[in-house]
């Protein structure tokens, strides 16, 4: 079955740190693009974080300095590092993917092949 799994939410204080992981079951994520969005409740999904295949990276401002995408693609994985969180970061964290060769004239816009099924981020204290 081919898909997305996220891992890595959770509950933390508002300063901590979490990572979270995109790990791609049944294909490999070398020539994909990946997509992290965010749902909070009462909200639209806003894309937060883009890398590309050869790893072009696009963040929103309300993160910039703050995460950090990379991926690994040995081991098939994309991985959003988010510090200095905030109580405005909680949300349901989803990856999604497409080919990167597909042009869209944002990474935030357009058609996804895979999406995972959402990790909850929740920053309180």
């Known amino acids: 079955q081919l898909q997305l799994v996220e891992s890595g939410g959770g509950l933390v204080q508002p300063g901590g740190s979490l990572r979270l992981s995109c790990a791609a079951s049944?294909?490999?994520?070398?020539?994909?693009?990946i997509t992290w969005f965010r749902q909070a409740p009462g909200k639209e999904r806003e894309g937060v974080s883009y890398i590309s295949h050869d790893e072009d990276t696009v963040y929103i401002d309300s993160v910039k300095g703050r995460f950090t995408i990379s991926r690994d693609n040995a081991r098939s994985t994309v991985y959003l590092q988010m510090n200095s969180l905030k109580p405005e970061d909680t949300a349901v964290y989803y990856c999604?993917?497409?080919?990167?060769?597909?042009?869209?004239?944002?990474?935030?816009?357009?058609?996804?092949?895979?999406w995972g099924q959402g990790t909850q981020v929740t920053v309180s204290s």
């Open positions: 049944g294909f490999t994520l070398d020539y994909y693009a």
């Open positions: 999604a993917a497409r080919p990167s060769k597909r042009y869209y004239t944002s990474p935030f816009l357009g058609l996804f092949d895979y």
